[in-house]
């Protein structure tokens, strides 16, 4: 079955570098979206992207954040300027159709900001 | 906010046995979706269950919905210790809203 991949699966940074999440969703998928998970806490929404351009954000998706798809598999997640608080597992996921249905997560990337 | 939240926080049961988890939201929905997440891996969607549907099977998996009490509830029936996992339901106000999962249900099934 076609899956989401991440990359990487750890990233250790230091407050205030910047990091860039990777993810190459399904194939013939055309919606995107970022949510992340605090250890032990609800799975919360970052972004949506669609045709390349952002379809909703989250008041957590500040100007420290932003996406990319830099061709046509990738689809990033940049961090500028990262913070403690920014340490969580990010999800990435694709789904064929419009409508927030049946979404394909990712295994996700433990970011640890120290 | 449309949030939803699951009951209980964890449960723990026999193999063999039923698993129900249920899950409460505050505004109208579209649909209502049940994910599963392992240890430490992505979410894996089980079910969707739309707003004029009431009841809906796949499997060993049972969800129902009841909009006027803004609930939903997903049974496991005959439950395997592979079924050990967070178990969240996730709803959307309409087809353009984002996805908003719950905190979960932690269900551990002995073997």
């Known amino acids: 079955e076609p899956e989401v991949t991440q990359t990487p699966s750890h990233q250790v940074t230091q407050m205030g570098q910047e990091v860039i999440l990777r993810c190459v969703p399904i194939?013939?998928?055309?919606?995107f979206y970022w949510y992340r998970q605090i250890l032990g806490q609800k799975v919360e929404f970052l972004v949506s992207f669609y045709n390349n351009e952002i379809s909703e954000k989250s008041e957590i998706f500040d100007d420290q954040f932003s996406v990319e798809r830099p061709d046509g598999s990738n689809f990033t997640l940049k961090i500028r300027s990262t913070k403690l608080e920014d340490s969580a597992m990010y999800f990435c996921?694709?789904?064929?159709?419009?409508?927030?249905?049946?979404?394909?997560f990712g295994s996700g990337t433990q970011l640890s900001v120290l | 906010s449309q949030q939803g939240e699951e009951d209980p926080q964890a449960l723990s049961i026999q193999e063999g046995e039923n698993a129900t988890m249920n899950c409460s939201y505050k505004?109208?929905?579209?649909?209502l979706q049940w994910y599963r997440q392992n240890s430490g891996r992505g979410l894996v969607h089980l079910i969707l269950?739309?707003?004029?549907?009431r009841e809906k099977h796949s499997g060993r998996l049972r969800v129902t919905l009841d909009t006027s009490k803004k609930s939903s509830s997903l049974l496991i029936t005959a439950s395997r210790a592979a079924d050990t996992a967070s178990y969240f339901c996730?709803?959307?106000?309409?087809?353009?809203?984002?996805?908003?999962f719950g905190k979960g249900t932690r269900l551990s099934v002995i073997a």
């Open positions: 996730a709803t959307d106000a309409s087809g353009n809203t984002p996805l908003v």
């Open positions: 505004t109208s929905i579209n649909n």
């Open positions: 996921a694709s789904s064929e159709t419009r409508g927030y249905e049946k979404l394909f």
């Open positions: 194939s013939n998928h055309l919606y």
């Open positions: 269950i739309r707003s004029n549907e």
